[in-house]
């Protein structure tokens, strides 16, 4: 082998292919990403990406991590969560506003490698991974169930946002949000704590559950 066939040490190489795949599924979507096309936009031989990614799935599976960490690291870096006075809802809702709004194009290409594990199973444990993320995040300002429902609602507006070609209504993402981390009203129109039931003190003695009638 000569001096100017030795391959150069490339330590970068993998990541260029990710960031490679991921512009991909951004140009041509999920159907026009393989190994050549990959090859291509990152400027590599193909054996390059077959070397450090077998089979689509496992390339598709650190795009998805990749895209999936932004918004994560986003809520966790959020000084509402360190500050249990701040405006959670408001918090998040202005959060959901900056992803939708600052690059549509970037979650769409986001919600279309997370939406690939209806089919590609291999995908799901990554899906899995940024829920999991983001609810241990807001779990530091509530507690782990209600931090699912968070990350819930904020998915389902997403999907809606983007599906519909819709507007993003910042008020109303704080609406539903602070709705979860407050449920809903009792009878007489009073909000309870984050908990949902009134005090004692509140109804007069034995506490009744929300949405029971008087007696």
Known sequence: MTAGAVRRYDPER???IIDAAIRVVGAKGISGLSHRTVAAEADVPLGSTTYHFATLDDLLVAALRQANEGFAETVAASPA?????ADLAGALAALLGEFLGADRGRAELE???????LRRPAL???AAEW??????ALAERTDPVTARALVAVMD????QVLL???RYDGAYAREVLDRVLRPAADPTGDRGPAGGERSAA???????????RQD
């Open 14 to 16: 993998r990541q260029r």
């Open 81 to 85: 969560l360190a500050d249990p006075e």
């Open 111 to 117: 919600y279309e490698l997370y939406l690939a594990a």
């Open 124 to 126: 799901r444990p990554v």
């Open 131 to 136: 829920c999991e993320s983001v609810a241990e």
């Open 156 to 159: 389902g507006i997403s999907l």
């Open 164 to 166: 519909t070609d819709g």
């Open 202 to 212: 509140a109804t007069g003695g034995a506490e009744r559950p929300v949405g029971s």
